[in-house]
């Protein structure tokens, strides 16, 4: 897509057309402007090896040697466009090419008119706005062309909230991250210094969490300390997943104390499913929490849906298996082994799989699973064989789809 645009030294030379959401510096699509197109035989144009973007500013503008080039029109010298427009433009087709990655054109209409459009479309407000803007554009633009059919690529739009964090900065106005300050409350008053010197620390707004105003917390530190289960219970948990949520160092640990719980209920349950008739309170107790928690996560509430799972882990409590009955230790297991599964999609990976039936392999029906508690490895644990892993569908890579209401390929 680059193009070389003429000097004025060019005898076809022509003023500059402005576009809308230019950037410079991004590694991202040249944005074509000027009046003589490259050759397609030119393209792709290289960037230099020896750019350097340590400069604020246009990287390729002030490369020495790379902008200057010659007019493919006149002959005579021109300079490459250096302006880029924004990488929300690289990725507003890309729904569409991977609707089959493998044929050699861009997009293969007959499954791009299968798969499309996107079901779900979920982002954060600013794709919500530059993004879609551009992914509907391009779809339209598509269509017009003859390479889609459908004119709108999103079938459902989801804005999801932003994970912030309280920002703080020395004295000449430099930020911190907020692993360098220690935050003391004194009543009312909430003093932070920075830990390394002791010097007082200015306490900002509760911002998006960015590089530029460093009050980002390191997932790594967060899944050393808690684990990655209760790192990502918190952020689903703390409020509605349209809404802004707060980062503190409270909410996780209620998250990983949770998660510990959890783990003991799992611990407690003797081996061996009981033969007894499941106790009837216990069972529907059960049913409507299977209910609850598949229509908070159809309807993305998240939150909602891991309170159920808090309340319901009381209940498991209040019915221990130390000396409870045939009845109760039946009711538990069917009780965990949901619970195992409505937990999965809100839990990290290693937690999942710790029950539920596969008669398919050996091994007396069990396998070991290995487990997590705080980011370290736990052991292993007992499990039905085959819980955990994902069958590979070994069929038609369209196969499977989950259509929600439009006409299918074939007309169903």
Known sequence: MARARPSSACATGASRANAPGAARSRWSTARPAGSSPLPKSALPVAHPADIEFGKSGNALERHPTWKHTTCPGCGGPATRETDTLDTFVDSSWYFARFANPHVPEPISKEDADYWLPVDQYIGGIEHAVLHLLYA????????????????????????QGMVTHETYRRQNGEWIEPREVDV????????????????????GDIEKMSKSKKNTVAPEEIFDVYGVDAARLFVLSDSPAERDVQWT????????????????????????????????????????LVKQVTEAIDGFRFNSGIARLYEFLNLLKANPAKGASPAILA???????????????????????????????????RRALAGLRSGAHRGRREGPAGAGERQAPGRDHR???????RRGKDGA
């Not at 339209?140 to 459908?150: C, E, I, P, R």
Request: no cysteine.
């Open 136 to 159: 509907r554009f391009i779809t339209k633009a598509l269509a017009d062309d003859g390479q889609l059919s459908v004119r709108e690529p999103f079938a459902g739009l989801f804005t």
């Open 184 to 203: 003391t409350a004194e009543g009312n008053t909430r003093r932070a210094r920075l830990i390394e010197t002791g010097e007082p620390v200015v306490i």
């Open 249 to 288: 160092t409270g909410g996780v640990q209620g998250s990983w104390r949770f998660v510990n719980r959890v783990w003991d209920e799992f611990d407690s349950q003797p081996e061996g499913a009981s033969a007894a008739e499941p106790d009837a309170e216990l069972r529907r107790a059960t049913h409507k």
């Open 331 to 365: 009711a538990r297991q069917e009780a965990l082994s949901a619970f195992a599964r409505l937990i999965a999609p809100l839990h990290a990976p290693p937690g999942r799989g710790m029950l539920g039936p596969d008669r398919r392999r050996g091994h007396g029906g």
């Open 399 to 405: 196969a499977g789809r989950r259509r929600t209401g």
